[in-house]
């Protein structure tokens, strides 16, 4: 990696509890630390409230820490500082949900929900209700930050991807096969009969609202799986409940639900076939390692003059 | 892929009861079907009882369904046929092996086991508890074909992994990448500090038995996981049940157990951080398939005239 002779100083602001990660970030992306009078960056890890009211004419750009900016659009964070350049970080914390999201769809298919009811070795039982990925098609709707980072995940399982966003433009990124089919959302009607999982990872919209309902689980498979880590919206929760009490699907992978939070006493905490975890794939604790890791690649791409990852349309706000 | 003028014939037998995958693998490996009397191999599905005592001049290779050959060896199939090549199916069952293994390492991890006895949405409570393999360190002992099928599936999540082997020999295969590093069994006690969750993987002989007792689990983690997915003996159960009771270390995840079957009443059925499947990780069901695809890269390999995978030393029985 090449680097300009002179050194590229950044700051980093708040006082945040574990700052060492940050500081790491920014010696590994190759600038040094500074304070922020003499800053080209700024790398800033807490909300819109304690951001500086005056930044330093030295300074050329804004790290933020969240992946959504519209409480810093709201606060009026862009308008005030209008040649700066701001990144959010979008993306960075894509990678933990599509752990969880993989270990949803691997927890249904390979049974463990019932493996962890039994007190008995029933070994024979079991065996019929092993299933794999491999050889499977696994549908991801949604195919940013989440599907791109889920995808790499599933091909060294042998399963089949078919990538859904609204283009249908091809997905590409790291990890990414040729193999990988992407088909637009309005032709997703034609790949029902061939999945065998869903994966739903798209955004929120009313084009989205209950995305998949009742007919939708109809032509799914009794051995399928649907995992939602999107938002609740996107699925018809009465239709879902209905499709798990009658095993019209196999089983549901929900770390998102609607309503949200999920009331004591709703079927879906009940039913044997659903696994429901409280919208706790991407943990605050995890948050600032991911960061961190989203510091590290941007400063490098600072140092080397290169675009930013994840830069923030300050006209528009995300 | 080039192949000879001449057609390649192979037979199949038994009559299976689904020989289709195993028809449609020879064809796809380059040969054609043919009754046994004409065939230059064949293709076995059945078991030593019913393998046909005379086999045509013309025969030059067998490929038998399982991993482990004892029982042809005992049986004098391979002294009854002395100029034939005999493969076995060793590596075939590895991928569904390694596919339940990360199943129940992320399940650990993610804290899958308490998320599934929840009926209330706490999402506070869950929040600290769900980890991450990005970043962590993961112990493989055995770099056999379980350990070679998870290394690939380990490296997208964005762990490293140290590899355990006899030689210390560096482990290489497709999907293991450079950064894998590999220690000889004699070397482990070394890097159980550096060590977030160990996968056992190795032969069970009197060299592995209780590899991980009392004093390595004293070595990991509050955080760790232990998933053994090779033979009950190589952990020392009580000091396991132990472990996990006293929160020395987070879990274990376990597809064998000693003594097997796991009898009615024993702890390792109530401990609420410990997962136990009764040694299906590859059910019958998914043998069929994962056999067919060993096939066919070994028929591809016959019709090329390449060394043929998993060939059986005759002599020695495996």
Redesign the interface.
Known sequence: MSRPEAPVPLAIGPTVPAPTLLEKAVVEGGATLSDLDQARGLIWAGGPGEFPDKLPESLEWVQLPAAGVEEWFTAGIFTRHPNIRFTSAAGAFA??VA??T??LL??G??Y??E??R??????QD???H??????KTVTIIGAGGIGRALI??L????AHIIAVNRSGRRVTGP?IPETVETISTDQLGKVWSRTDHVVIAAPATPATEHLVGAEELARLKPSSWVVNVARGSLVDTDALVAALASGAIAGAGLDVTDPE????GHPL??LPNA???????N????RL??FADHVAANVARFVAGRDLLAPIDTERGY
């Open positions: 990678a933990s752990e969880h993989l270990m691997l927890a298919v390979r463990l929900p493996h962890l039994a007190v008995s070795w029933r070994q079991f065996f019929p092993v299933g794999t990925l491999r050889g790499p995940m091909v060294p399982l042998g990890g939070p999920l009331p004591d905490w009940h696994i429901v975890t409280p919208h706790d794939s943990p605050p604790q995890l390692a991911a």
